[in-house]
Protein backbone atom coordinates (compact mmCIF):
# COMPACT_ATOMS: atom_id res chain seq x y z
CA UNK A 1 0.00 0.00 0.00
CA UNK A 2 1.19 3.49 -0.79
CA UNK A 3 0.88 6.16 1.85
CA UNK A 4 -0.77 8.52 -1.06
CA UNK A 5 -2.87 11.26 -0.04
CA UNK A 6 -6.64 10.86 0.32
CA UNK A 7 -9.57 13.79 0.36
CA UNK A 8 -6.95 16.21 0.35
CA UNK A 9 -5.29 15.26 3.49
CA UNK A 10 -1.21 14.46 4.14
CA UNK A 11 -0.10 12.29 6.76
CA UNK A 12 2.06 13.84 8.99
CA UNK A 13 5.03 11.07 8.15
CA UNK A 14 4.80 12.27 4.58
CA UNK A 15 4.79 15.78 5.68
CA UNK A 16 8.05 15.59 8.25
CA UNK A 17 9.88 13.45 5.04
CA UNK A 18 9.16 16.31 2.68
CA UNK A 19 10.54 19.04 5.22
CA UNK A 20 13.52 16.51 5.70
CA UNK A 21 13.92 16.05 2.00
CA UNK A 22 13.78 19.96 1.59
CA UNK A 23 16.22 20.85 4.93
CA UNK A 24 18.77 18.39 2.41
CA UNK A 25 18.09 18.80 -1.17
CA UNK A 26 20.29 21.63 -1.48
CA UNK A 27 23.49 20.06 -0.01
CA UNK A 28 26.02 19.79 -2.26
CA UNK A 29 28.71 18.24 -0.42
CA UNK A 30 30.48 14.56 -1.90
CA UNK A 31 31.33 13.71 -4.96
CA UNK A 32 29.78 11.14 -7.24
CA UNK A 33 31.73 7.93 -7.33
CA UNK A 34 33.66 7.35 -10.53
CA UNK A 35 36.44 4.60 -9.45
CA UNK A 36 33.41 2.64 -11.34
CA UNK A 37 33.33 4.86 -14.93
CA UNK A 38 29.86 3.99 -15.33
CA UNK A 39 28.82 5.51 -12.55
CA UNK A 40 30.02 9.06 -12.79
CA UNK A 41 27.19 9.81 -14.99
CA UNK A 42 24.51 9.42 -11.77
CA UNK A 43 23.09 12.97 -11.58
CA UNK A 44 24.04 14.26 -8.55
CA UNK A 45 20.89 16.17 -7.53
CA UNK A 46 18.95 12.68 -7.32
CA UNK A 47 17.66 12.91 -4.14
CA UNK A 48 14.91 10.00 -2.59
CA UNK A 49 13.63 9.27 0.85
CA UNK A 50 11.40 5.93 1.45
CA UNK A 51 10.35 4.48 4.52
CA UNK A 52 8.54 1.06 5.28
CA UNK A 53 6.71 -0.25 7.79
CA UNK A 54 6.08 -3.90 9.13
CA UNK A 55 2.63 -4.07 8.02
CA UNK A 56 3.22 -3.24 4.57
CA UNK A 57 2.93 0.47 4.18
CA UNK A 58 5.13 2.86 2.13
CA UNK A 59 5.96 6.32 2.61
CA UNK A 60 8.10 7.75 -0.42
CA UNK A 61 9.19 11.70 -1.50
CA UNK A 62 12.10 12.54 -3.52
CA UNK A 63 13.48 10.37 -6.75
CA UNK A 64 12.56 7.14 -5.28
CA UNK A 65 11.54 5.54 -8.26
CA UNK A 66 15.22 6.25 -10.12
CA UNK A 67 17.14 3.21 -10.41
CA UNK A 68 20.61 2.88 -9.80
CA UNK A 69 22.81 -0.20 -9.08
CA UNK A 70 23.20 -1.95 -5.51
CA UNK A 71 26.62 -2.24 -4.93
CA UNK A 72 28.28 -3.06 -1.62
CA UNK A 73 24.24 -2.99 -0.53
CA UNK A 74 23.70 -6.39 -1.95
CA UNK A 75 26.31 -8.03 0.38
CA UNK A 76 24.45 -8.65 3.36
CA UNK A 77 21.50 -9.99 0.92
CA UNK A 78 24.32 -12.76 -0.55
CA UNK A 79 25.38 -13.23 2.85
CA UNK A 80 21.77 -14.29 3.94
CA UNK A 81 21.81 -16.66 0.91
CA UNK A 82 25.29 -18.16 1.41
CA UNK A 83 23.91 -18.55 5.72
CA UNK A 84 20.77 -20.45 3.76
CA UNK A 85 23.21 -22.48 1.31
CA UNK A 86 25.78 -23.47 3.94
CA UNK A 87 24.85 -22.77 7.31
CA UNK A 88 26.46 -20.12 10.07
CA UNK A 89 29.03 -22.72 10.75
CA UNK A 90 30.56 -23.33 7.43
CA UNK A 91 30.25 -20.10 6.14
CA UNK A 92 32.16 -18.66 9.39
CA UNK A 93 34.92 -21.21 8.72
CA UNK A 94 35.64 -19.29 5.82
CA UNK A 95 34.35 -15.28 6.73
CA UNK A 96 34.48 -13.77 10.16
CA UNK A 97 32.75 -11.40 11.41
CA UNK A 98 35.05 -8.48 12.99
CA UNK A 99 35.20 -5.23 11.89
CA UNK A 100 38.29 -4.52 9.60
CA UNK A 101 38.75 -0.86 10.77
CA UNK A 102 39.73 -0.81 6.95
CA UNK A 103 38.08 0.69 3.75
CA UNK A 104 35.97 -1.46 2.05
CA UNK A 105 38.20 -2.45 -0.89
CA UNK A 106 41.37 -2.78 1.28
CA UNK A 107 42.87 -6.43 0.94
CA UNK A 108 41.93 -6.94 4.90
CA UNK A 109 42.79 -11.23 5.40
CA UNK A 110 43.60 -12.93 8.47
CA UNK A 111 47.15 -13.37 7.87
CA UNK A 112 47.41 -17.07 9.52
CA UNK A 113 44.48 -18.32 7.43
CA UNK A 114 43.65 -15.95 4.62
CA UNK A 115 40.15 -15.48 6.06
CA UNK A 116 38.18 -12.36 4.96
CA UNK A 117 37.40 -10.25 8.64
CA UNK A 118 33.69 -10.25 7.52
CA UNK A 119 31.24 -10.48 4.47
CA UNK A 120 30.72 -6.53 4.23
CA UNK A 121 34.04 -5.83 2.72
CA UNK A 122 35.40 -7.08 -0.69
CA UNK A 123 37.11 -9.73 0.19
CA UNK A 124 34.82 -11.14 2.09
CA UNK A 125 31.90 -10.48 0.03
CA UNK A 126 33.63 -11.99 -3.13
CA UNK A 127 34.26 -14.83 -0.66
CA UNK A 128 30.51 -15.10 -0.22
CA UNK A 129 29.57 -15.22 -3.54
CA UNK A 130 31.82 -18.02 -4.13
CA UNK A 131 29.62 -19.65 -1.65
CA UNK A 132 26.63 -19.62 -3.53
CA UNK A 133 25.11 -22.62 -4.94
CA UNK A 134 24.31 -23.71 -8.36
CA UNK A 135 25.27 -25.93 -11.38
CA UNK A 136 26.70 -23.36 -13.64
CA UNK A 137 26.99 -19.63 -13.24
CA UNK A 138 24.18 -18.61 -15.07
CA UNK A 139 21.74 -20.54 -12.54
CA UNK A 140 23.72 -18.79 -9.69
CA UNK A 141 23.11 -15.77 -10.97
CA UNK A 142 19.26 -16.25 -11.26
CA UNK A 143 19.44 -17.49 -7.62
CA UNK A 144 20.57 -13.98 -6.59
CA UNK A 145 18.19 -12.52 -8.89
CA UNK A 146 15.39 -14.51 -7.71
CA UNK A 147 16.56 -13.61 -4.09
CA UNK A 148 16.96 -9.84 -4.50
CA UNK A 149 13.57 -10.18 -5.99
CA UNK A 150 11.46 -11.67 -3.62
CA UNK A 151 12.87 -8.99 -1.31
CA UNK A 152 12.12 -5.88 -2.85
CA UNK A 153 8.69 -7.91 -4.59
CA UNK A 154 9.30 -7.53 -8.39
CA UNK A 155 11.31 -8.78 -10.53
CA UNK A 156 14.86 -7.37 -11.34
CA UNK A 157 17.89 -7.70 -13.43
CA UNK A 158 21.57 -6.74 -13.79
CA UNK A 159 22.48 -3.15 -15.42
CA UNK A 160 25.04 -4.51 -18.51
CA UNK A 161 26.28 -1.18 -19.16
CA UNK A 162 27.54 -0.53 -14.98
CA UNK A 163 28.57 -4.67 -15.29
CA UNK A 164 30.60 -4.25 -18.00
CA UNK A 165 32.27 -1.49 -16.28
CA UNK A 166 32.89 -3.24 -13.27
CA UNK A 167 34.55 -6.06 -15.15
CA UNK A 168 36.80 -4.01 -17.25
CA UNK A 169 38.31 -1.69 -14.03
CA UNK A 170 37.66 -4.25 -11.28
CA UNK A 171 41.66 -4.91 -10.86
CA UNK A 172 41.63 -4.51 -7.09
CA UNK A 173 38.99 -7.24 -6.90
CA UNK A 174 40.75 -9.49 -8.95
CA UNK A 175 43.97 -9.38 -6.64
CA UNK A 176 41.47 -10.35 -4.06
CA UNK A 177 40.23 -13.14 -5.55
CA UNK A 178 42.98 -14.49 -6.16
CA UNK A 179 44.76 -14.27 -2.83
CA UNK A 180 41.38 -16.13 -1.60
CA UNK A 181 42.66 -18.88 -3.51
CA UNK A 182 45.65 -18.54 -2.78
CA UNK A 183 44.68 -19.39 0.62
CA UNK A 184 41.88 -22.37 -1.04
CA UNK A 185 38.84 -19.69 0.80
CA UNK A 186 37.76 -19.86 -3.17
CA UNK A 187 38.22 -23.27 -4.13
CA UNK A 188 37.99 -22.43 -8.23
CA UNK A 189 39.01 -20.68 -10.48
CA UNK A 190 37.81 -17.35 -8.73
CA UNK A 191 36.71 -15.78 -12.34
CA UNK A 192 33.25 -17.11 -12.55
CA UNK A 193 33.21 -15.83 -8.83
CA UNK A 194 34.59 -12.47 -9.69
CA UNK A 195 32.24 -12.28 -12.22
CA UNK A 196 29.26 -13.24 -10.32
CA UNK A 197 30.41 -10.64 -7.93
CA UNK A 198 30.53 -7.58 -10.55
CA UNK A 199 26.82 -8.66 -11.67
CA UNK A 200 25.16 -8.88 -7.90
CA UNK A 201 27.14 -5.23 -7.61
CA UNK A 202 25.12 -4.08 -10.65
CA UNK A 203 21.58 -5.25 -9.88
CA UNK A 204 18.82 -2.35 -10.56
CA UNK A 205 16.93 -1.56 -7.49
CA UNK A 206 15.16 1.78 -6.59
CA UNK A 207 15.01 3.93 -3.31
CA UNK A 208 11.48 2.77 -2.95
CA UNK A 209 13.09 -1.14 -3.44
CA UNK A 210 15.49 -0.53 -0.91
CA UNK A 211 13.12 0.25 1.92
CA UNK A 212 11.06 -2.99 1.35
CA UNK A 213 14.17 -5.29 1.35
CA UNK A 214 15.33 -3.00 4.92
CA UNK A 215 11.62 -3.88 6.12
CA UNK A 216 11.68 -7.58 5.03
CA UNK A 217 14.35 -8.11 7.00
CA UNK A 218 13.11 -5.61 10.04
CA UNK A 219 10.11 -8.12 9.59
CA UNK A 220 11.70 -11.76 10.24
CA UNK A 221 12.63 -12.22 6.53
CA UNK A 222 9.14 -12.32 5.33
CA UNK A 223 8.00 -9.68 3.08
CA UNK A 224 4.78 -7.45 4.40
CA UNK A 225 3.88 -6.54 0.78
CA UNK A 226 3.68 -9.38 -0.94
CA UNK A 227 3.20 -12.24 2.10
CA UNK A 228 6.88 -13.74 0.64
CA UNK A 229 9.81 -15.35 2.57
CA UNK A 230 13.30 -13.73 1.21
CA UNK A 231 15.20 -15.53 4.25
CA UNK A 232 14.36 -17.98 7.04
CA UNK A 233 14.04 -16.05 10.22
CA UNK A 234 17.37 -17.86 12.16
CA UNK A 235 19.55 -15.96 9.66
CA UNK A 236 18.00 -12.21 9.82
CA UNK A 237 20.07 -11.81 13.30
CA UNK A 238 23.62 -12.67 11.56
CA UNK A 239 22.76 -10.45 8.51
CA UNK A 240 21.64 -7.76 10.78
CA UNK A 241 24.71 -8.38 13.15
CA UNK A 242 26.79 -7.73 10.42
CA UNK A 243 25.11 -4.45 9.03
CA UNK A 244 25.26 -3.20 12.62
CA UNK A 245 29.52 -3.64 13.27
CA UNK A 246 30.34 -3.42 10.09
CA UNK A 247 27.61 -2.29 7.08
CA UNK A 248 29.05 1.78 7.17
CA UNK A 249 32.93 0.58 5.49
CA UNK A 250 35.49 2.38 8.10
CA UNK A 251 32.83 4.65 9.62
CA UNK A 252 30.64 1.82 11.13
CA UNK A 253 31.59 2.47 14.70
CA UNK A 254 30.34 5.97 14.46
CA UNK A 255 27.01 5.16 12.58
CA UNK A 256 25.93 2.22 15.35
CA UNK A 257 26.85 4.91 18.14
CA UNK A 258 24.89 7.81 16.53
CA UNK A 259 22.24 6.45 14.56
CA UNK A 260 21.71 3.00 15.98
CA UNK A 261 20.69 1.09 13.54
CA UNK A 262 21.66 -1.74 11.41
CA UNK A 263 22.68 -0.44 7.73
CA UNK A 264 24.42 -0.88 4.58
CA UNK A 265 25.38 1.78 2.18
CA UNK A 266 26.30 1.30 -1.67
CA UNK A 267 28.98 3.81 -3.69
CA UNK A 268 26.14 4.26 -6.19
CA UNK A 269 24.90 6.93 -2.76
CA UNK A 270 22.17 3.98 -1.80
CA UNK A 271 21.70 3.67 1.96
CA UNK A 272 19.37 1.19 3.97
CA UNK A 273 18.73 0.77 7.87
CA UNK A 274 16.84 -1.59 9.29
CA UNK A 275 14.97 -0.96 13.15
CA UNK A 276 14.05 -4.61 13.67
CA UNK A 277 10.19 -5.53 13.84
CA UNK A 278 9.21 -1.59 13.30
CA UNK A 279 10.45 -0.46 10.16
CA UNK A 280 12.97 -0.31 7.34
CA UNK A 281 14.57 3.29 5.97
CA UNK A 282 16.16 3.76 2.46
CA UNK A 283 18.02 6.72 0.75
CA UNK A 284 19.03 7.54 -2.31
CA UNK A 285 21.81 10.04 -3.08
CA UNK A 286 24.85 9.74 -5.43
CA UNK A 287 27.23 12.49 -3.83
CA UNK A 288 29.17 10.62 -1.37
CA UNK A 289 31.70 11.66 1.32
CA UNK A 290 35.63 10.66 2.16
CA UNK A 291 34.56 6.79 3.47
CA UNK A 292 32.55 6.48 0.52
CA UNK A 293 28.95 7.16 2.59
CA UNK A 294 25.69 8.91 0.70
CA UNK A 295 26.25 12.76 2.19
CA UNK A 296 22.38 13.22 2.48
CA UNK A 297 21.89 9.68 3.19
CA UNK A 298 24.12 10.32 6.28
CA UNK A 299 22.41 13.31 7.08
CA UNK A 300 18.59 11.95 6.58
CA UNK A 301 18.97 8.69 8.67
CA UNK A 302 21.04 10.70 11.69
CA UNK A 303 18.13 13.05 11.84
CA UNK A 304 15.58 10.69 12.18
CA UNK A 305 17.06 8.40 13.98
CA UNK A 306 16.53 11.25 16.73
CA UNK A 307 14.04 13.05 15.73
CA UNK A 308 11.81 9.79 16.36
CA UNK A 309 14.07 7.62 18.55
CA UNK A 310 15.40 4.90 16.58
CA UNK A 311 18.62 4.62 17.89
CA UNK A 312 18.39 0.63 18.49
CA UNK A 313 19.83 1.09 22.09
CA UNK A 314 16.85 3.30 22.73
CA UNK A 315 15.53 2.07 25.88
CA UNK A 316 11.47 3.74 26.76
CA UNK A 317 9.89 2.84 29.94
CA UNK A 318 7.09 0.48 29.40
CA UNK A 319 4.17 2.23 30.10
CA UNK A 320 1.84 -0.64 30.33
CA UNK A 321 2.35 -3.24 31.97
CA UNK A 322 1.92 -6.76 30.23
CA UNK A 323 -0.49 -7.59 32.53
CA UNK A 324 -3.77 -5.30 31.03
CA UNK A 325 -6.07 -7.03 33.59
CA UNK A 326 -6.45 -9.62 36.44
CA UNK A 327 -10.04 -10.90 37.52
CA UNK A 328 -11.05 -14.51 39.06
CA UNK A 329 -14.84 -15.32 38.19
CA UNK A 330 -16.28 -14.53 41.45
CA UNK A 331 -15.50 -10.99 39.73
CA UNK A 332 -16.34 -11.80 36.23
CA UNK A 333 -18.08 -14.97 34.82
CA UNK A 334 -18.68 -16.52 31.30
CA UNK A 335 -21.54 -15.56 29.16
CA UNK A 336 -22.77 -18.96 30.52
CA UNK A 337 -26.66 -17.86 31.99
CA UNK A 338 -26.47 -19.74 36.07
CA UNK A 339 -29.02 -20.55 38.23
CA UNK A 340 -28.83 -19.12 41.32
CA UNK A 341 -27.52 -21.75 43.68
CA UNK A 342 -24.63 -21.88 40.90
CA UNK A 343 -23.97 -17.98 41.10
CA UNK A 344 -24.30 -18.43 44.28
CA UNK A 345 -21.28 -21.26 44.08
CA UNK A 346 -19.12 -19.17 41.60
CA UNK A 347 -19.62 -16.00 44.22
CA UNK A 348 -18.06 -17.96 47.11
CA UNK A 349 -15.69 -20.50 45.00
CA UNK A 350 -14.90 -17.96 41.80
CA UNK A 351 -11.40 -16.68 43.09
CA UNK A 352 -9.94 -20.42 42.65
CA UNK A 353 -10.48 -19.30 38.59
CA UNK A 354 -7.78 -16.39 37.43
CA UNK A 355 -7.76 -15.01 33.97
CA UNK A 356 -5.13 -13.00 32.96
CA UNK A 357 -5.70 -10.65 29.83
CA UNK A 358 -2.14 -9.99 28.66
CA UNK A 359 -1.02 -7.50 26.30
CA UNK A 360 1.80 -6.00 23.99
CA UNK A 361 5.02 -8.34 22.94
CA UNK A 362 5.57 -11.70 24.89
CA UNK A 363 9.45 -11.90 25.42
CA UNK A 364 11.65 -12.92 28.28
CA UNK A 365 11.28 -9.47 30.59
CA UNK A 366 7.32 -9.31 30.01
CA UNK A 367 6.65 -13.28 30.45
CA UNK A 368 8.57 -13.28 33.54
CA UNK A 369 6.02 -10.31 35.33
CA UNK A 370 3.70 -13.14 34.43
CA UNK A 371 5.24 -16.23 35.43
CA UNK A 372 5.97 -14.29 38.57
CA UNK A 373 2.68 -13.08 39.49
CA UNK A 374 1.29 -16.49 38.76
CA UNK A 375 4.08 -18.10 40.93
CA UNK A 376 2.76 -15.86 43.75
CA UNK A 377 -0.79 -17.56 43.43
CA UNK A 378 -0.95 -20.72 42.19
CA UNK A 379 -1.38 -22.62 45.98
CA UNK A 380 -4.99 -20.76 46.23
CA UNK A 381 -5.54 -21.29 42.31
CA UNK A 382 -7.51 -24.47 40.32
CA UNK A 383 -7.41 -22.89 36.93
CA UNK A 384 -5.76 -19.74 35.47
CA UNK A 385 -6.15 -18.85 31.68
CA UNK A 386 -3.82 -16.30 29.61
CA UNK A 387 -6.23 -14.37 27.14
CA UNK A 388 -3.47 -13.83 24.47
CA UNK A 389 -6.30 -11.81 22.44
CA UNK A 390 -4.34 -8.33 23.05
CA UNK A 391 -0.71 -9.54 22.11
CA UNK A 392 0.88 -8.74 19.51
CA UNK A 393 3.99 -11.01 19.26
CA UNK A 394 5.39 -13.98 21.26
CA UNK A 395 9.35 -15.03 20.83
CA UNK A 396 10.43 -18.04 20.96
CA UNK A 397 12.05 -17.68 24.90
CA UNK A 398 8.46 -16.51 25.54
CA UNK A 399 6.84 -19.44 24.02
CA UNK A 400 9.25 -21.76 25.84
CA UNK A 401 8.78 -19.99 29.05
CA UNK A 402 4.84 -20.54 29.32
CA UNK A 403 5.36 -24.10 27.63
CA UNK A 404 7.18 -24.91 31.08
CA UNK A 405 4.90 -23.33 32.62
CA UNK A 406 2.31 -25.41 31.58
CA UNK A 407 4.31 -28.81 32.72
CA UNK A 408 5.05 -27.52 36.05
CA UNK A 409 1.75 -26.52 36.78
CA UNK A 410 0.49 -29.92 35.88
CA UNK A 411 2.56 -31.97 38.35
CA UNK A 412 0.15 -29.22 40.91
CA UNK A 413 -3.27 -29.17 41.65
CA UNK A 414 -3.61 -26.31 38.72
CA UNK A 415 -4.61 -25.99 35.63
CA UNK A 416 -3.29 -23.43 32.84
CA UNK A 417 -5.60 -22.79 29.40
CA UNK A 418 -4.59 -20.40 26.87
CA UNK A 419 -7.28 -18.31 24.83
CA UNK A 420 -7.70 -16.39 21.62
CA UNK A 421 -5.41 -18.04 19.91
CA UNK A 422 -5.29 -19.51 16.57
CA UNK A 423 -5.56 -23.82 17.30
CA UNK A 424 -2.80 -24.00 14.00
CA UNK A 425 -0.57 -20.96 15.10
CA UNK A 426 2.98 -21.33 15.79
CA UNK A 427 3.00 -21.10 19.39
CA UNK A 428 -0.36 -23.56 19.65
CA UNK A 429 1.22 -26.15 18.19
CA UNK A 430 4.58 -25.81 20.22
CA UNK A 431 1.69 -25.82 23.19
CA UNK A 432 0.08 -28.95 21.85
CA UNK A 433 3.40 -30.49 20.77
CA UNK A 434 4.66 -30.18 24.37
CA UNK A 435 1.79 -31.10 26.30
CA UNK A 436 2.74 -34.33 27.55
CA UNK A 437 -0.52 -35.73 28.29
CA UNK A 438 -3.61 -37.52 26.66
CA UNK A 439 -5.69 -34.52 27.16
CA UNK A 440 -7.93 -36.14 30.11
CA UNK A 441 -8.05 -32.79 31.96
CA UNK A 442 -9.60 -31.07 29.33
CA UNK A 443 -8.45 -28.80 26.39
CA UNK A 444 -5.34 -26.25 26.83
CA UNK A 445 -5.91 -24.13 23.83
CA UNK A 446 -9.22 -22.14 23.07
CA UNK A 447 -10.12 -19.58 20.31
CA UNK A 448 -12.59 -17.73 22.32
CA UNK A 449 -11.70 -16.69 26.42
CA UNK A 450 -15.36 -17.06 27.41
CA UNK A 451 -15.20 -20.61 26.34
CA UNK A 452 -12.55 -21.65 28.34
CA UNK A 453 -13.87 -19.83 31.73
CA UNK A 454 -17.50 -21.36 30.98
CA UNK A 455 -14.94 -24.85 30.79
CA UNK A 456 -13.01 -23.63 34.16
CA UNK A 457 -16.42 -22.49 35.82
CA UNK A 458 -18.51 -26.12 34.76
CA UNK A 459 -15.09 -27.87 36.30
CA UNK A 460 -15.59 -25.98 39.55
CA UNK A 461 -19.41 -26.56 39.61
CA UNK A 462 -19.08 -29.80 39.41
CA UNK A 463 -16.14 -30.79 41.80
CA UNK A 464 -18.92 -29.28 44.17
CA UNK A 465 -22.57 -29.75 43.33
CA UNK A 466 -21.51 -32.85 41.70
CA UNK A 467 -21.98 -33.17 37.30
CA UNK A 468 -25.70 -31.91 36.27
CA UNK A 469 -27.51 -33.62 34.09
CA UNK A 470 -28.00 -32.02 30.70
CA UNK A 471 -31.40 -33.78 29.81
CA UNK A 472 -33.07 -33.09 33.30
CA UNK A 473 -36.00 -31.25 32.89
CA UNK A 474 -37.27 -27.88 34.92
CA UNK A 475 -40.16 -27.82 36.14
CA UNK A 476 -42.27 -25.31 35.27
CA UNK A 477 -42.37 -23.82 38.14
CA UNK A 478 -38.91 -23.26 39.10
CA UNK A 479 -38.62 -21.63 35.65
CA UNK A 480 -36.82 -17.63 36.37
CA UNK A 481 -40.31 -16.64 35.11
CA UNK A 482 -42.42 -18.25 36.96
CA UNK A 483 -41.27 -17.52 40.77
CA UNK A 484 -44.08 -17.12 43.18
CA UNK A 485 -46.60 -17.33 41.10
CA UNK A 486 -49.62 -18.67 42.64
CA UNK A 487 -51.06 -22.51 41.41
CA UNK A 488 -54.03 -20.60 39.96
CA UNK A 489 -51.57 -17.98 38.23
CA UNK A 490 -49.21 -21.22 37.33
CA UNK A 491 -52.36 -23.15 35.38
CA UNK A 492 -53.44 -20.18 34.03
CA UNK A 493 -50.69 -19.44 32.51
CA UNK A 494 -50.27 -23.46 31.25
CA UNK A 495 -53.39 -22.66 29.45
CA UNK A 496 -51.62 -20.28 27.67
CA UNK A 497 -48.33 -21.69 26.14
CA UNK A 498 -47.76 -23.74 23.25
CA UNK A 499 -44.95 -26.83 23.99
CA UNK A 500 -42.17 -26.83 21.57
CA UNK A 501 -39.41 -29.23 20.55
CA UNK A 502 -36.30 -28.35 18.79
CA UNK A 503 -33.02 -30.86 17.89
CA UNK A 504 -29.15 -30.02 18.65
CA UNK A 505 -28.45 -27.34 15.74
CA UNK A 506 -32.09 -26.18 15.18
CA UNK A 507 -32.16 -22.62 14.48
CA UNK A 508 -35.36 -21.23 17.15
CA UNK A 509 -34.79 -17.65 16.46
CA UNK A 510 -33.74 -15.68 13.57
CA UNK A 511 -32.37 -12.05 13.37
CA UNK A 512 -34.90 -9.88 11.81
CA UNK A 513 -37.61 -11.95 12.75
CA UNK A 514 -41.23 -10.65 14.09
CA UNK A 515 -41.30 -10.79 17.87
CA UNK A 516 -44.45 -13.33 18.19
CA UNK A 517 -43.44 -15.12 21.33
CA UNK A 518 -41.26 -15.34 24.41
CA UNK A 519 -39.86 -18.95 24.96
CA UNK A 520 -39.35 -20.45 28.43
CA UNK A 521 -36.65 -23.09 28.36
CA UNK A 522 -37.60 -26.14 30.27
CA UNK A 523 -34.52 -28.32 29.22
CA UNK A 524 -31.54 -28.73 27.25
CA UNK A 525 -29.02 -25.51 26.25
CA UNK A 526 -29.59 -23.03 23.66
CA UNK A 527 -26.91 -20.21 21.90
CA UNK A 528 -27.63 -17.42 21.73
CA UNK A 529 -25.72 -15.45 18.74
CA UNK A 530 -24.81 -12.59 16.75
CA UNK A 531 -23.10 -12.92 13.05
CA UNK A 532 -20.00 -9.87 12.83
CA UNK A 533 -19.32 -7.85 9.55
CA UNK A 534 -16.32 -10.22 8.78
CA UNK A 535 -18.87 -13.20 9.00
CA UNK A 536 -18.03 -14.77 11.92
CA UNK A 537 -19.84 -15.44 14.66
CA UNK A 538 -20.04 -13.95 18.42
CA UNK A 539 -21.43 -15.78 21.15
CA UNK A 540 -24.00 -13.42 23.40
CA UNK A 541 -24.82 -16.02 25.81
CA UNK A 542 -25.66 -19.81 26.70
CA UNK A 543 -28.83 -20.07 27.97
CA UNK A 544 -29.39 -23.72 30.04
CA UNK A 545 -33.31 -24.60 31.30
CA UNK A 546 -34.92 -22.46 33.68
CA UNK A 547 -33.76 -19.48 31.35
CA UNK A 548 -36.15 -17.46 29.10
CA UNK A 549 -35.30 -16.06 25.82
CA UNK A 550 -36.94 -13.77 23.42
CA UNK A 551 -38.13 -11.95 26.43
CA UNK A 552 -37.08 -8.33 25.16
CA UNK A 553 -40.13 -9.00 22.57
CA UNK A 554 -42.18 -7.95 26.29
CA UNK A 555 -40.64 -4.98 25.87
CA UNK A 556 -39.30 -3.61 22.96
CA UNK A 557 -41.53 -5.25 20.46
CA UNK A 558 -38.82 -4.75 17.68
CA UNK A 559 -37.44 -7.37 15.51
CA UNK A 560 -35.45 -9.70 16.81
CA UNK A 561 -31.89 -8.67 17.21
CA UNK A 562 -29.88 -12.42 17.33
CA UNK A 563 -30.39 -16.05 16.37
CA UNK A 564 -31.05 -18.87 19.11
CA UNK A 565 -29.81 -22.33 18.10
CA UNK A 566 -30.38 -25.64 20.24
CA UNK A 567 -27.01 -27.08 21.78
CA UNK A 568 -28.67 -30.23 22.85
CA UNK A 569 -32.21 -31.46 22.42
CA UNK A 570 -34.07 -28.92 23.31
CA UNK A 571 -37.95 -28.42 25.18
CA UNK A 572 -39.47 -25.50 25.94
CA UNK A 573 -42.74 -23.64 26.14
CA UNK A 574 -43.64 -20.27 24.05
CA UNK A 575 -45.73 -17.45 25.12
CA UNK A 576 -47.44 -15.67 22.07
CA UNK A 577 -46.95 -12.12 22.53
CA UNK A 578 -50.65 -11.05 22.03
CA UNK A 579 -52.26 -13.31 24.67
CA UNK A 580 -49.38 -12.30 27.47
CA UNK A 581 -50.77 -8.61 26.38
CA UNK A 582 -54.59 -9.83 26.92
CA UNK A 583 -53.78 -10.53 30.37
CA UNK A 584 -54.46 -6.83 31.10
CA UNK A 585 -57.49 -7.30 31.08
CA UNK A 586 -58.31 -11.10 32.22
CA UNK A 587 -55.60 -11.81 34.94
CA UNK A 588 -53.68 -8.45 35.20
CA UNK A 589 -51.87 -9.91 39.01
CA UNK A 590 -49.84 -12.83 36.21
CA UNK A 591 -48.95 -10.44 33.65
CA UNK A 592 -47.36 -8.06 37.08
CA UNK A 593 -46.00 -11.12 38.17
CA UNK A 594 -44.49 -12.17 34.73
CA UNK A 595 -43.18 -8.19 34.26
CA UNK A 596 -41.70 -8.35 37.61
CA UNK A 597 -39.64 -11.83 36.79
CA UNK A 598 -38.44 -10.52 33.51
CA UNK A 599 -37.26 -7.07 35.07
CA UNK A 600 -35.72 -8.93 38.02
CA UNK A 601 -34.09 -11.26 35.63
CA UNK A 602 -33.03 -8.01 34.05
CA UNK A 603 -31.77 -5.92 36.67
CA UNK A 604 -29.44 -8.77 37.78
CA UNK A 605 -27.96 -9.41 34.39
CA UNK A 606 -27.41 -5.61 33.94
CA UNK A 607 -25.92 -5.11 37.63
CA UNK A 608 -23.44 -8.33 36.71
CA UNK A 609 -22.49 -6.28 33.55
CA UNK A 610 -21.73 -2.99 35.18
CA UNK A 611 -19.79 -4.64 37.22
CA UNK A 612 -17.90 -6.68 35.07
CA UNK A 613 -17.19 -3.60 32.75
CA UNK A 614 -15.87 -1.85 35.78
CA UNK A 615 -13.06 -4.93 36.70
CA UNK A 616 -12.26 -4.59 33.01
CA UNK A 617 -11.84 -1.29 32.63
CA UNK A 618 -10.47 -0.69 36.26
Known amino acids: MSAADRAGLKSPIRTYLEKLHATYVDLHDGQVASYIPELSHANPNWFGICVATTDGYVYEVGDSRQTFTMQSISKPFVYGLALEDHGKDAVFHKIGVEPSGDAFNSISLYPDSGRPFNPMINAGAIATTGMINGEHPAEKLQRLLDMVGVYCGHPVEVDQRVYESERSTGHRNRAIGHMLRNFEILTDDPEPALDLYFQQCSILVTCRDLAIMAVTL ?273 NHLQTLLEPLSFAPGERILETGHAPDYIYLLTRGEVSVTIELADGKRKRLSTLPAGMAFGEMALIERAPRSADVTALTPVACYALPIAAFDRLQEINPSLRMMLLTNLLRHVSGTLRRLTEKVGILTG
Open 218 to 490: ANGGLNPISGQRAVHQPYVEPILSIMSTCGMYNSAGEWIYDVGMPAKSGVSGGVLAVLPGQLGIAVFSPPLDQRSNSVRGIRVCEDMSQDFNLHLFHAPVVAKSVIRTSYNASQVTSQRSRRDHEEQLLQEQGHRIRVYDLQGDLLFSTVEVVLRDIMERHERLDFIILDLKHVTSIDTTASSMLCDLLHTLEAQPCMLLFSNIEPSSPFAMSILGREGSDGSQGPVIYEDHDLALEWCENQLLARYLGTPSGDAAIPLAEHVLCQGLSERDL
